[in-house]
């Protein structure tokens, strides 16, 4: 057996296993080669799982099988010579030997793996009464393509070895998270048991809680799945900080129970580690056996690490990873690559420190998982160090001035066990630590109220929980022990009163605890909150409030004391897929109260970015006079896009941005081009700033500052905005986006053409686009439809990518269930369909309505319960002229202009085999826009205009960029004072002829590359005589 951290060996094992297990051409050849690397690699021998059975299934059943009390303990493999073509008879080999190894071990768990010894696909058994009527897909890996680390770990998640391995993020990910065996089995098990006790009011309530605060984070409603999931990574978390700080080796469920519901730690004096929390309806009692024993199991395989070598980067790659599963619309990232955190800190920190003596107190409005928080304690632990500080000042002072909030409450539980590992051995002390990290919308504050009381007025903050109010007075909020105190008391009176429904004893309890040294104006309001409390435990909504009140009031402390550095990465999420509608008004007002839009600019807001909002709110609320704040940012709020105009000025609150880190080539970072802005608040932003900009690749994304420093260069230079365009074209306002075509599988179509028949081109049989199947996302991923047409509904349409210069690749047929008319698009819903006779189009509408009932988002159905309603989204499909000649269009985005004129009157036919079937009409789609005229010289002119490397040139500042370059087109081509079309100017009527010229050329071309970007170099270059002379007249057209 070779040593995992041989890399060398391991790769050159690997190598020539590869290479015989391709010389191997037979069932045995394969088998001897797989036994020979799983022996070399891991020291295992597969066995006969059940000796004899071979004279039963007329095989016999290989495997390796473990301990009965671990999450799975048997993996079966099924080996072939060549997996893509005999993975079919595979599975159903499979699913027999699963099958009679349930039946003889019901109580164990079976994996299994089917393999040709280079490629291996893993399945979990589906069970139905006992029976396994198929197999669900865990994971998968191509060892001659995987590097060996990741060919090591994926294997060995499926192999009972390795004791005590040094644990790393990565092996973490591929031990425990999605794709493994443990992930694939612990999750179904969780499923199972929410559903034992979904219906239970007080389990539901975690759910809605949890959901709420999770739409701020991923802009919509959250699946049940992600709650799923969260839930077995914040299990996970708890068990291996457990195991981190007992030091344990052997499971105890007694110590499993106290550390899921966190009185292990509060025991040893850490008070809220661990809360009753969304997550805590696992210890419900119907479930609380099942899930401690499964827990328990997942606790055994997880002390094959060495606990005792665990830092702070533990948890980050699973974390993302069970994160980004639920999301569909933020463009950031759940964690900052410590490289990035520690130049951000060693920057913000400094320049405090050139005006101020000591540590400055630092705040992470949205810290995620931690790693903010974690350096700013490493660096707050050394400085104190080398100041002779004491430890239990050194660990006052670190919990008083680093400071986390999120509204993710799977981020807290995670950030605050990092923040426990970063503090070391001040965990030591014995002094009891509340952990500064707290599940709140930083952005949002409860509400302040002003009471009357016995003496006088008291001013109170204020949650409402299923209509009743709940309040807390401002003074205790703001003196997070007295808090502390407060909450453990609510937490004992409750207890009591759960146990008897002693209202009575429950106040008692809470006097004695509490009356010696709070105001009786202040006993008056908490017992009002306590009797609120208990009336909502009567109506089973139970104790969770206790947590969310204990957290939600985090924001007021801190507004109220200041921080004097924030940091951080604040979410990326435009505002448009913000669904919550109380909330996007929220937002909206926001967006205004802080002049990052005008009023009369309302209708950018879609636009917008959360971050440019977080980044002047946390400023205002939370930053002292003359603190600093240092955010990583879209690179997008440096460009001219002008929805980013006015943050750029930092006017509210009034900040001085003293510096930029351009980071838009290094790699590998974040999926989008990203910044750093670092501002002071006071004085005034002028510009040119000073900028950095950082290049270099990195040998992975989370290697340290140290090591990042060997690999990126930096050079300065100064920034300054983009001169925005005010003299905007008459274009602007009539350049109009395409339709939302969407979901594309529904509406974009194949002909289904028979090899002999062809097609009826009355009525063609069509199905759902291989394109659109292929691009489509969850949960519309895998539908397709099948059926005839009548041929009045066949229109064409382009997209963004199908446009060449002067021209465009091959038009797409679509289905939509359209009347033209003198006066415009109308759109037939099912019955106007029957009633015209239009049968067959009636019917696939009525599948397609009961595909979007299904599958649609809760706000979508909301706004748009029938389909067709959805397809005429902001009235983009009906507003289109079916009278207008002629479409000038062009792609919505990209990283260049391309635009072609479309002559609705003469649409080319579908060529299909022999026949031709000619569209109904041309529609533009949302991946283009369009301008309408009856003027075909007008079309050529504006065409050749946006075809020119002037115009394509002048709106790269204006873009936003993406992670390949520039993105957003949209209006912006029409924000340069492109003149209305003249049929008296000269320069006019050239350029038009130009066009039309081009566009014969175009037109009559062999496309010879595949990729989009070659044919539109193709085309470039058949016309570039003539771009070259459009560039001189849109020059000249243009004052340059």
């Avoid at 009464?129 to 998640?157: F, M, R, Y």
């Avoid at 008083?400 to 981020?411: E, F, I, K, Q, R």
């Avoid at 807390?472 to 007295?482: E, G, T």
């Amino acid at each position: 057996m070779l040593k995992m951290g041989v890399a060398s060996e391991t790769a050159m094992v690997i190598k020539e296993h590869v290479a015989r297990a391709s010389q191997a051409h037979t069932h045995p050849a394969k088998l001897s080669v797989l036994l020979s690397l799983l022996e070399k690699l891991f020291g295992v021998m597969l066995e006969e799982l059940i000796p004899g059975i071979e004279s039963k299934l007329g095989s016999k059943i290989w495997g390796l099988r473990g301990s009965a009390d671990l999450v799975f303990s048997n993996v079966v493999f099924e080996i072939k010579v060549d997996l893509k073509k005999e993975l079919d008879d595979a599975i159903q080999k499979l699913i027999k030997y699963l099958q009679v190894l349930h039946e003889r071990e019901p109580e164990r768990r079976s994996i299994g793996i089917a393999t040709d010894a280079i490629e291996f696909k893993a399945y979990v058994p589906n069970l139905k009464h006992g029976q396994v009527v198929d197999l669900k897909e865990i994971g998968s890996i191509n060892i001659a393509v995987a590097t060996p680390q990741e060919s090591i770990l994926w294997l060995d998640s499926y192999i009972f070895s390795q004791p005590r391995i040094r644990p790393s993020a990565q092996d973490l990910k591929w031990r425990f998270g999605p794709g493994s065996p443990t992930y694939s089995i612990a999750v179904d098990e969780l499923r199972y048991l929410w559903s034992e006790v979904e219906s239970e009011r007080d389990v539901r309530l975690k759910l809605d809680l949890w959901a709420k605060n999770m739409e701020i984070v991923y802009g919509s409603k959250p699946e049940l799945s992600s709650f799923i999931d969260h839930t077995y990574l914040v299990t996970l978390v708890k068990l291996i900080v457990y195991l981190r700080l007992s030091g344990d080796d052997i499971v105890r469920e007694d110590r499993v129970r106290r550390a899921l519901t966190g009185e292990y730690f509060s025991s040893y004096g850490v008070a809220n580690l661990i809360e009753e929390d969304f997550f805590a309806w696992i210890m419900h009692p119907k479930i609380s056996s099942e899930v401690l024993k499964l827990v328990c199991n997942v606790a055994k395989e997880l002390l094959k690490y060495d606990f005792s070598q665990i830092n702070e980067d533990f948890f980050k790659e699973i974390y993302q990873e069970i994160v980004e599963r639920g999301e569909r619309h933020r463009i950031g990232e759940y964690y900052t690559p410590e490289w990035l955190v520690q130049l951000i800190l060693k920057e913000a920190v400094g320049l405090w420190k050139e005006k101020n003596q000591g540590f400055p107190r630092i705040l992470d409005p949205a810290c995620g998982s931690g790693t903010f928080l974690c350096n700013a304690i490493r660096i707050a632990k050394e400085e104190l160090e080398n100041e002779g500080k004491p430890p239990d000042q050194i660990l006052d002072s670190i919990v008083s001035n680093v400071v986390g909030v999120d509204v993710n409450p799977l981020a807290t539980i995670i950030a605050r066990a990092n923040y426990l590992i970063a503090l070391g051995d001040l965990v030591q002390l014995g002094k009891q630590i509340i952990i500064p990290v707290y599940v709140a919308d930083s952005i949002k504050m409860p509400k302040v109220l002003t009471n009357i009381a016995t003496k006088g007025r008291i001013t109170v903050c204020e949650v409402d929980v299923d209509g009743h109010p709940i309040q807390i007075p401002k003074s205790i909020i703001v003196q997070k022990d007295v808090l502390s105190q407060v909450f453990e008391a609510f937490k004992d009176a409750t207890s009591a009163y759960r146990l008897r429904a002693d209202r009575n004893e429950a106040f008692e309890i809470f006097k004695r605890r509490v009356s010696a040294w709070l105001p009786m104006d202040e006993f008056e309001v908490l017992k009002a909150t306590l009797n609120t409390i208990m009336t909502l435990i009567d109506k089973g909504l139970d104790t969770v409030w206790i947590f969310i009140l204990n957290n939600v009031y985090a924001p007021i402390a801190l507004m109220e004391s200041k921080v004097d550095v924030i940091v951080g990465n604040p979410p990326w999420i435009a505002m448009r897929y913000v669904e919550n509608k109380n909330y996007q008004d929220f937002l909206k007002q926001q967006v205004l109260t802080y002049e990052l839009l005008e009023s009369a600019q309302v209708h950018l807001f879609t636009h917008m970015e959360a971050a440019t909002l977080f980044f002047c709110r946390s400023s205002d609320l939370y930053l002292k006079d003359e603190g600093l704040i240092a955010f990583v940012m879209p690179r997008s709020v440096l460009t001219g896009a002008f929805h980013h105009a006015n943050f750029k000025r930092l006017r509210k609150p009034k900040m001085k941005l003293l510096k930029i880190f351009d980071l838009e080539d290094v790699s590998p970072l974040f999926n989008v081009p990203s910044c750093v802005l670092i501002a002071v608040k006071s004085g005034e932003t002028k510009y040119p700033v000073l900028a950095r900009k950082y290049a270099g690749s990195l040998p992975e994304k989370n290697v340290k500052l140290v090591e990042a420093a060997k690999n990126l260069t930096a050079n300065d230079y100064m920034y300054k905005p983009p001169a925005i365009s005010v003299g905007y074209s008459l274009y602007h306002d009539k350049a109009k986006q395409g339709a939302t075509i969407v979901p594309r599988n529904l509406w974009f179509v194949d002909f289904d053409i028979h090899p002999t028949l062809g097609v009826d081109v009355n009525r063609p049989l069509v199905k759902s686009a291989d394109d659109a199947l292929k691009g489509a996302k969850d949960p519309w991923r895998g539908i397709e439809l099948r059926g005839n047409i009548e041929a009045e509904f066949v229109y064409a349409t382009l997209l963004g990518g199908d446009i060449m210069p002067f021209g465009y690749y091959k038009l797409r047929p679509i289905i939509l269930p359209l009347e033209l008319s003198s006066i415009g698009c109308r759109l037939l819903d099912v019955n106007a369909l029957r009633n015209r006779g239009f049968i067959l189009m009636a019917e696939w509408l009525e599948r397609a309505q009961m595909l979007w009932e299904k599958n649609a988002t809760e706000r979508s159905l909301e706004d748009y319960p029938r389909i067709v309603s959805w397809l005429d989204y902001m009235g983009k499909l009906s507003s289109q002229n079916p009278k207008s000649k002629y479409f000038v269009l062009y792609n919505t985005s990209g990283t260049n202009l391309v635009s072609c004129v479309i002559d609705k009157k003469s649409l080319p036919a579908f060529q299909v085999l022999k026949t031709k079937l000619i569209p109904r009409g041309f529609i533009a789609e949302s991946k283009t826009y369009f301008f309408e005229t009856n003027d075909e010289m007008e079309a050529h002119y504006l065409s050749a205009v946006l075809n020119s490397n002037v115009v394509n040139d002048m709106i790269k500042p204006l873009q936003p960029r993406g992670l390949f370059g520039e993105r957003d087109i949209h209006r912006r081509p029409f924000m340069l004072p492109i003149p209305e079309f003249n049929r008296n100017d000269q320069t006019h009527i050239k350029l038009a002829e130009l066009s039309k010229r081009c566009h014969a050329k175009v037109a009559s071309l062999r496309f010879t590359k595949k990729s989009t970007a070659g044919m539109r170099k193709e085309a470039r270059e058949a016309v570039k005589k003539e771009i070259a002379e459009i560039d001189k007249l849109v020059s000249q057209l243009l004052g340059l």
